[in-house]
């Protein structure tokens, strides 16, 4: 262990530092300080050097941060200098959706399966994957490698999967069925729990109506 | 405004709790200690109380927490005491999906409308919900008192999209678009960015196999 600990709310702010200086890479910006960074992100420039500082500063003081240089720094950071390979369980319309998604591509994240317990949806394809039988599950994984199984079925399957899951060499699980996994710790897990980004929506809505009354 | 001023760390946490509180309802639990809590859910009872206290508290020391009422109050926090009539704009696969969740109902959120540039998807339904043509957009949230509109459409698109919606009374934007709106104060945002969320998760892989190396 090279790095200290970062905390979880400076990794959830990365990818936004990464979309951004992405979008300036491509506008062949080579450099910008704290202050501009600050004023397009709408963040304080201290909170950038904060962040920026868990991993050591990246920036020259009164010089400004080398765009390419932070970009390829924070992508490393976030694991994405390598592939991961992923398969999709659940091919309803969100698993076709996440399958349909080009862009995880371009940050190397492989679409290679899709697994489905309907009958009548497996043999479909999405992006030329073919949805595949829940039985073959296991030995697809092992085969194949896979590194990343998302889960886009019903949190009343979602449990079962997960232990199947969990007896694979999976190394991490992207989970879209609205219930709490309980998995060995070498199973990295991500839940995205729609309904609750959506309640946080119907809190500012009635918040914001009550400071108006 | 009654309520102090409460982070919104807190109020993330909020529907995690309304979803064992609902889950604990089912089971006909009528009261449960912080202790209890804290080792179904996994987070420290000091944890649960010191969320609780945001609101005054809730429960009675040695007694335990009644479930029926935290849910409810949990539920009026979070603004769910009331209905959101919806519009999806893009009838792609993640739009459809979204259409077709109808657990979104059950929380009062409902869906009213779809549209979409695509002439091809004009007329199609989801879930008995036709697809308009975005010129319609403006009258029908007008006409229909629309609370929330759900952007899935790419992100070229999104930003004067969201300039025509600051046009209109529309009060939240659920935001599956990868990139950042900037809209009037008096709309609410919420951003599902779904490839940051994989990017946390690929940090968590390369992190987990650097700690085991």
Same mark, same amino acid.
């Given at each position: 262990?090279?790095?200290?600990e970062? &905390? %979880?709310a400076?990794?959830g702010?990365?990818?936004r530092?990464?979309?951004y200086? !992405?979008?300036?890479?491509?506008e062949g910006? @080579?450099r910008?300080?704290s202050?501009?960074?600050?004023?397009?992100?709408? $963040?304080t420039?201290? %909170?950038?050097r %904060?962040d920026?500082?868990?991993f050591g500063?990246f !920036?020259?003081?009164?010089?400004g *941060? #080398?765009?390419?240089?932070? *970009?390829?720094?924070i992508?490393k950071? =976030?694991?994405?200098?390598?592939?991961?390979k992923f398969?999709?369980i659940g091919? !309803?319309?969100?698993g076709?959706?996440?399958? #349909?998604y080009?862009?995880?591509?371009?940050?190397?994240f492989?679409?290679r !399966?899709m697994?489905?317990?309907?009958?009548?949806? /497996?043999?479909?394809?999405?992006r030329g994957?073919? $949805?595949?039988?829940?039985e073959?599950?296991?030995?697809?994984?092992?085969e #194949?490698d896979?590194?990343?199984? /998302? =889960?886009?079925?019903?949190?009343?399957?979602?449990?079962?999967v997960a @232990?199947?899951l969990?007896?694979t060499?999976?190394?991490a699980i992207?989970?879209?069925?609205h219930v709490d996994?309980?998995?060995?710790?070498?199973?990295q /897990? @991500?839940?995205v729990h =729609?309904?609750?980004s959506?309640?946080?929506? &119907?809190?500012n809505?009635?918040r914001?109506? %009550? @400071?108006?009354?």
């Open positions: 262990m090279e790095e200290k970062i &905390s %979880q400076v990794i702010r990365l990818p530092y990464l979309r200086l !992405g979008e300036l890479k491509d910006v @080579e910008i300080s202050q501009d960074l600050s004023a397009l992100m709408k $963040v420039a201290s %909170q950038i %904060q920026f500082n868990n500063g !920036g020259q003081q009164g010089y *941060y #080398n765009v390419g240089y932070l *970009y390829d720094a992508g950071i =976030l694991g994405l200098d390598r592939q991961y398969i999709i091919a !309803g319309n969100l076709r959706a996440l399958g #349909n080009i862009n995880f591509e371009k940050r190397g492989i679409f !399966g697994f489905d317990q309907n009958p009548d949806l /497996v043999g479909n394809s999405v994957v073919r $949805v595949m039988p829940m073959e599950l296991e030995r697809f994984i092992s #194949n896979i590194d990343i199984a /998302v =889960l886009t079925i019903p949190k009343t399957s979602a449990v079962s @232990e199947r969990a007896g060499d999976i190394r992207w989970n879209f069925a996994l309980n998995l060995p710790e070498r199973i /897990v @991500e839940n =729609l309904s609750d959506l309640m946080k929506l &119907s809190y809505i009635s914001y109506q %009550q @400071e108006k009354e």
